[in-house]
């Protein structure tokens, strides 16, 4: 089953992160690289990805067939979506585990969903 492992953060984390000495920055992204190596060597991992700022997002809403794009995120939160893992694993229970070694779930929040399946629909 896959999973969707999605990795929050907050505008008061990443200043934290910025203002962290190379060498502990580095060791946070060894982690990360761990991680990825581990889950490739199961075949667990589909694609993992670190997004960009929020401040770059573009809000896309369609309405009577008139494309509307705003610039920034969605709305006003405490918590923006920072990047995420599709992984594909045996069981939720897998799955959280995956999760748990994420260096944000130390200080922040890491959520797992399910990906939603539609049989005997092509796509």
Do not use: H
Request: with cysteine; net charge negative; hydrophobic share 45%.
């Amino acid at each position: 089953m896959k999973y969707l492992v999605l990795i929050y953060t907050n505008p008061d984390a990443r200043r934290q992160w910025e203002q962290l000495p190379p060498a502990e920055q580095a060791a946070g992204l060894r982690e990360y690289a761990a991680l990825n190596e581990d889950l490739a060597a199961t075949g667990e991992m589909v694609v993992a990805e670190s997004l960009a700022d929020p401040s770059l997002a573009k809000r896309v809403m369609v309405r009577d067939g008139q494309v509307t794009a705003t610039d920034g995120p969605y709305a006003e939160t405490k918590e923006q979506l920072a990047g995420f893992y599709l992984v594909e694993c045996d069981d939720v229970e897998r799955a959280v585990q995956i999760a748990a070694r994420i260096p944000e779930a130390q200080a922040a929040v890491v959520e797992v969903r399910p990906v939603r399946t539609y049989s005997g629909l092509e796509m």
